[in-house]
């Protein structure tokens, strides 16, 4: 089963590059739907200064251990959801790195998670989402997402580079065609659940399904 899984993930692999490319502008388009000037969005703005505000004065190995501990659970959470044992995960005492070891070859998408999928983000939102059942949305949730929003931003920025082992074995024009879009994608939903919670997750994929369809559409009629 779990062989299996790989091969048809890594089957789309290239499917999926060419999918989040021709996604692009729809997830451009996407920004002009969300109202900014509402509260929701101000507080978790703030979130997010606050958590920068926090780097500056954490110790740098720190935030740096922080990093490498959410990049390798990234890894190994990944592993987990294609059917893959998890047998270790190290941090490099120097905190240049680390290594998830697990069963299996793996597929591109336990390389590439990392790199757009923000682990405390849904960790939160996962774990919150319990407390919405019995309460609603208040101010201090929407702080509390935009400091992991912060967190995710600085994360993404720092480990994208041309010495990444990962994004090399991944290859440069894939990593071009792909992440681009899937960190704009992830950004979306965040947006939209800090707006409407899950209700806001489900309008957003339907924002850009729709979206995608009209500008296929005029592209095919173009041509």
Known sequence: MRDLLDKIINFFKWP??????V?????????KYFNFANLRFFVLLGGVGLYFMATRVMDK??????QVLA???THAFFALLTFHKVKSLKIKEDDTGGVTGFEGKGNWLIIAAPYFFPFFCVVYIIIASIFLIFFE?????NLFLGY?????IDAVFSQIHEKQTDLIELGPAFCLMFLPSANLWMMGNLLAYNTKAWDGFVLYQKLLWHS???NWGTFFSFL
Do not use: C, R
């Not at 999926?16 to 490319?21: E, K, R």
């Not at 996604?23 to 920004?31: A, F, G, N, T």
């Not at 190995?61 to 922080?66: D, E, H, I, P, Y």
């Open 16 to 21: 999926a590059a060419v999918f989040a490319l």
């Open 23 to 31: 996604s692009l502008p729809s997830l451009l388009q996407s920004v």
């Open 61 to 66: 190995s720190l935030k740096t251990t922080q």
């Open 71 to 73: 990049h390798e659970l």
């Open 137 to 141: 949305m208040g101010i201090f949730y």
């Open 148 to 152: 992991f929003v912060g967190y995710y």
């Open 212 to 214: 995608n369809l009209a």
